[in-house]
């Protein structure tokens, strides 16, 4: 590809897709398109193969979408996104709520979606779910997130699983001159000197996993 930049204009929103087994499990992802109308519509979502909730999708064949909006506690995405279901429980200290069995985030999202896989496509590193929506709701009039809010508002970055991950953390310098800090777990980039205290308000680390920006 001559440009990989152009690649980022390409539409994204930010979901929690969640499902439950033996315990209950979710990530974040940024990857789902409405593929057919109708009462039940199919869509697709995109899920990388190391993911615990990948692997518990394929048995369970059901999965819910939490939508999330631009007034969702941000620190919802550093829990989805960059810690794991196999060794936390994310739902603990976030608002949700049981639907067939299902976890859902209400956690000021605009709604859910709740679906059944019918097949899926191995992908290289990722597996692509297709599935048919059997139920849904729309609880408020909240600005659905998108991945340019997320990225550009939130400074966030995406997780290394995620299909949009860039492996080399972008070089960015301020036109005030002001000192620049990138996080390197989640790619944050803070402006100005770090408190002796701080945590990075996307994944939640401390100064400590910082490295200086370069010029």
């Given at each position: 590809?001559?440009?990989?930049?152009?690649?980022?204009?390409?539409?994204?929103?930010?979901?929690?897709?969640?499902?439950?087994?033996?315990?209950?499990?979710?990530?974040?992802?940024?990857?789902?398109?409405?593929?057919?109308?109708?009462?039940?519509?199919?869509?697709?979502?995109?899920?990388?193969?190391?993911?615990?909730?990948?692997?518990?999708?394929?048995?369970?064949?059901?999965?819910?979408?939490?939508?999330?909006?631009?007034?969702?506690?941000?620190?919802?995405?550093?829990?989805?996104?960059?810690?794991?279901?196999?060794?936390?429980?994310?739902?603990?200290?976030?608002?949700?709520?049981?639907?067939?069995?299902?976890?859902?985030?209400?956690?000021?999202?605009?709604?859910?979606l709740r679906c059944e896989v019918m097949d899926i496509i191995d992908c290289e590193t990722h597996d692509i779910f297709i599935a048919r929506v059997i139920e849904g709701d729309k609880w408020n009039e909240n600005t659905p997130m998108t991945y340019r809010y997320y990225h550009e508002v939130l400074k966030g970055q995406?997780?290394?699983?995620?299909?949009?991950?860039?492996?080399?953390?972008?070089?960015?310098?301020?036109?005030?001159?002001?000192?620049?800090?990138?996080?390197?777990?989640?790619?944050?980039?803070?402006?100005?000197?770090?408190?002796?205290?701080?945590?990075?308000?996307?994944?939640?680390?401390?100064?400590?996993?910082?490295?200086?920006?370069?010029?």
């Amino acid at each position: 590809m001559k440009n990989k930049k152009i690649i980022r204009d390409v539409s994204y929103g930010m979901y929690v897709v969640s499902t439950k087994k033996d315990k209950k499990v979710g990530c974040i992802i940024n990857t789902l398109c409405q593929i057919t109308s109708g009462e039940n519509p199919v869509i697709t979502i995109s899920l990388n193969k190391e993911n615990y909730t990948n692997q518990v999708i394929k048995q369970t064949k059901n999965f819910a979408i939490s939508i999330l909006s631009e007034q969702t506690n941000p620190n919802v995405i550093s829990t989805f996104g960059f810690q794991s279901s196999k060794e936390t429980d994310k739902f603990e200290k976030f608002a949700y709520k049981m639907i067939d069995e299902i976890p859902i985030i209400t956690e000021e999202c605009c709604g859910y979606l709740r679906c059944e896989v019918m097949d899926i496509i191995d992908c290289e590193t990722h597996d692509i779910f297709i599935a048919r929506v059997i139920e849904g709701d729309k609880w408020n009039e909240n600005t659905p997130m998108t991945y340019r809010y997320y990225h550009e508002v939130l400074k966030g970055q995406a997780p290394k699983k995620a299909p949009t991950y860039e492996e080399k953390l972008e070089k960015k310098v301020t036109q005030s001159g002001k000192e620049v800090w990138v996080c390197t777990v989640c790619g944050y980039i803070h402006e100005g000197p770090l408190p002796e205290d701080f945590h990075c308000p996307i994944c939640g680390v401390g100064k400590e996993k910082f490295r200086k920006g370069e010029e």
